[in-house]
């Protein structure tokens, strides 16, 4: 059975106390923080940079998901390499050719992803799946949390999941129990969650739990219907 990993994402934290949102992740037993990157440019918003990074390695353990949306990762990616990212998702549909910035993402022992917008079809990440340990489906068009989850992308995760049976798939975008769920089912083993993770209420260890179990359920459901 494949394993299952919930990364809260850093962006839906309170900005002024993101130490304590990386303590709070770990805290609650979550697999990773995913951070956003964004210029700008490549999204109509601006989040955090490097330096965002170097204190969320400085504060935690856990393994540190780098989601750069910019329109040049080369130009890009190694600030973020050398901020401390365990992995470093760039887009496909960003300004250049994504294959060197891959090679050179594995080349300095961080995981490399290749990241689909919600529109781009799932064949856009085959030429480049040797260079590949991670293939992130965009489950809301990027730039913003808090989102509606787009079920329109589920048929993209299943064609994956066929086409490349051994890649770590994930989602990030409007992800709560329910729509993690159906995304499990389609085949996506890791699940990037704002702000249904970082509520006012502080109960991230629950939610986390709660997910946990039922991404377990989704993932046994999923497998048996693609098997049977
Ligand atoms: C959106 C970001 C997501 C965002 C998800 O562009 O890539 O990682 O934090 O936030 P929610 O879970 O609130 O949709
Ligand atoms: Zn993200």
Redesign the pocket.
């Known amino acids: 059975m494949r394993d299952i990993k919930i990364l809260p ?4 934290a309170d900005m002024g106390r993101l130490e304590e949102a990386c303590r709070q992740a770990e805290a609650a037993s979550a697999d990773g923080l ?1 951070i ?1 990157i ?1 210029d700008g440019h490549f ?1 109509p ?1 601006l989040s955090m940079g490097p330096d965002v990074v170097r204190l969320a390695r400085r504060t935690t353990k856990l393994p540190l998901s780098v ?1 750069l ?1 910019v329109s040049r990762p080369d130009w890009l990616a190694d600030a973020f390499l050398q901020a401390g990212a365990d992995t470093l998702l760039i887009h496909v549909e960003a300004r250049c050719d994504p294959a060197p910035v891959l090679q050179e993402i594995r080349r300095q022992g961080v995981r490399a992803g290749l990241t689909l917008n919600p529109e781009t079809p799932a064949a856009a990440v085959l030429p480049y799946r040797e260079l590949l340990d991670e293939v992130l489906c ?10 509606v ?1 787009l079920d329109e992308v589920l048929p993209k995760i299943r064609a994956l999941r066929e086409t490349l049976p051994g890649m770590v798939l994930s989602v ?5 129990d329910e729509t993690a769920a159906r995304a499990a089912e389609a085949g996506a083993d890791v699940f ?6 970082f509520t006012p209420e502080g109960d991230m260890s629950a939610r986390l739990q709660k997910m946990r179990t039922c991404l377990q359920v989704a993932l046994a459901r999923g497998r048996s219907e693609r098997e049977g």
């Not at 994402?9 to 839906?12: I, N, P």
């Not at 990037?192 to 993770?197: A, M, R, Y």
């Open positions: 994402s850093l962006l839906a995913h956003d964004m999204v918003n989601h949306m965009m489950t809301v068009h990027p730039g913003f949390g808090g989102q989850f990030d975008g409007g992800l709560n990037l969650v704002g702000s249904w993770l």
